[in-house]
């Protein structure tokens, strides 16, 4: 890992993600991957008490968990691509 990387997974893992990686997203169309080399992915997790409360449907707990969790990422991603671009503040 170089130092970008390193630097990008320690402050990520610091706000809140439970895992970061990265590949390499080069054989993709240009269009797609807007130039970038490098993918980033970021994952949080689910409590696991929310998800073995899960018999057969998901919970509203769930559902909560769900939607505060998206926000956690959708954070992230921000935050991140503002690291990669400071003009997307």
């Known amino acids: 890992m170089n130092d970008i990387t390193s630097r ?8 809140g993600a439970d ?7 080069s054989e993709l ?3 797609i991957r807007s130039g970038m080399p490098i993918g980033i992915s970021v ?3 689910y409590p696991k008490e929310v998800i073995q409360g899960i018999s057969v449907v998901p919970t509203q707990e769930y ?3 769900y939607d505060t969790l998206n ?3 959708g954070s992230l991603d921000k935050q991140t691509s503002v690291w990669l ?5």
């Open 63 to 65: 559902r909560t968990w």
């Open 43 to 45: 994952a949080v997790l």
């Open 85 to 89: 671009d400071p003009n997307l503040k």
């Open 19 to 25: 895992i970061v990686g990265f590949g390499d997203i």
């Open 8 to 15: 990008i997974e320690k402050e990520l893992l610091r706000l």
């Open 71 to 73: 926000e956690r990422l």
């Open 29 to 31: 169309p240009d269009n």
